[in-house]
């Protein structure tokens, strides 16, 4: 019927619930996201069968566990497991203070897809990156017999962007430029919203200054010494101001997209030494999650076929390349640099190839 959710719809769902503690069932069996296991939760799913946590190989490396399917691993719960011990896996916080936490017996053989699937679902939904996997032969009847929400495995990670509606626009007159419009992207798949701020009236069949903004609620807001991204936002529209005309994107892809409470966790564990980016794979991420095809697609609703894109980032300029977005020229955009931020900007331009 067309009532019922279709599997984009049912993908929302599933994130929902695994932020709130709720099990999700796939094709091959159910999950649980470990940032909100419960020990209830946890007690029920061991009655089911035996169960393990399965993390990416980036969180494995950390724990100097062994490493059995490539992009993550698996491991087998112990008997007496509590919530805590599993949570402890998953979450670095106290990995100095407790460096200790094996031994692990990890899984090898079968089939991994329920762990990978698991696992790009609390990606997608902002939350560590770790699973508790069970397997079943009859999910759909599971998940039916519990009420919990039942999604098609194969539709996880398929790696397409999801398709965005243009909702609204209208005019925003802004200190630097009157004539100022913002323009509203909804994505059909319930994720976060994006934006474009048009400066003046760029002419579509011209190369637009464009910058593609992440959102940093610490830069942008309240003015965080700790990056560059406060300056940044704000240079680009100044220039996009002095010139008469340009676009700029704010896509909420907070913290290289890992959320804003998983980037809290990473300047935490900076706090503690690490860089960036170790503070990044120590989570379980890769150095950068975010998805710049959704700014190209933005882009292209727009009008626009070529930009004069304002970035300092040479991974922007390749993505937008390969999404059908021309990059006439990089207008670098290099500001924002204190004595709190200097080993920040150098792991940027060492570890991600920043031109800075």
């Not at 067309?2 to 094709?27: H, I």
């Not at 079943?136 to 962007?161: C, I, P, R, W, Y």
């Not at 004069?308 to 990089?330: C, D, F, W, Y």
């Not at 924002?336 to 920040?344: D, S």
Request: include cysteine; hydrophobic fraction near 40%.
């Amino acid at each position: 019927m067309a009532l019922s959710p279709n599997n984009v719809e049912k993908l929302a769902r599933a994130r929902a619930d695994l932020r709130m503690g709720v099990p999700v069932v796939l094709t091959d069996g159910v999950i649980l996201a470990v940032e909100t296991l419960g020990a209830e939760r946890l007690h029920d799913l061991c009655s089911f069968g035996e169960p393990c946590i399965a993390i990416t190989d980036w969180r494995a490396q950390t724990l100097k566990v062994r490493i059995y399917d490539n992009d993550l691993a698996r491991i087998a719960l112990p008997a007496d497991v509590s919530a805590k011990w599993v949570r402890a896996i998953a979450d670095p916080a106290d990995d100095l203070g407790n460096p200790m936490k094996g031994p692990y017996r990890c899984l090898r053989g079968g089939n991994a897809d329920l762990a990978r699937a698991g696992i790009t679902l609390t990606k997608a939904a902002r939350m560590l990156p770790a699973v508790l996997v069970l397997p079943l032969e009859n999910a759909a009847t599971f998940a039916a017999q519990h009420d919990l929400t039942f999604v098609d495995q194969a539709s996880v990670g398929l790696g397409d962007v999801s398709h965005f509606d243009h909702v609204i626009h209208a005019r925003l007159p802004m200190t630097v430029s009157e004539a100022g419009r913002l323009h509203i992207f909804r994505p059909e798949d319930g994720a976060e919203e994006h934006y474009a701020v048009e400066i003046g009236n760029p002419d579509r069949s011209k190369p637009v200054l464009a910058r593609l903004h992440s959102a940093c609620f610490t830069g942008d807001l309240l003015g965080s010494l700790k990056c560059d991204c406060g300056p940044q936002l704000r240079g680009a529209l100044a220039q996009m101001g002095e010139e008469g005309a340009g676009i700029l994107l704010y896509l909420n892809q907070e913290g290289r997209g890992i959320g804003l409470a998983n980037k809290m966790r990473a300047y935490a564990l900076q706090d503690q030494g690490f860089d960036t980016v170790e503070a990044n794979h120590r989570l379980g991420f890769e150095d950068d999650e975010r998805d710049f095809r959704i700014g190209a697609q933005i882009l292209g609703k727009l009008g626009f076929k070529s930009v004069r894109l304002m970035t300092n980032n040479p991974s922007k300029i390749a993505r937008m390349e390969s999404s059908g977005i021309a990059v006439t020229e990089r207008v670098p955009l290099q500001v924002g640099g204190n004595p709190h931020n200097h080993a920040y900007l150098d792991t940027k331009a060492k570890k991600s190839g920043h031109l800075l």
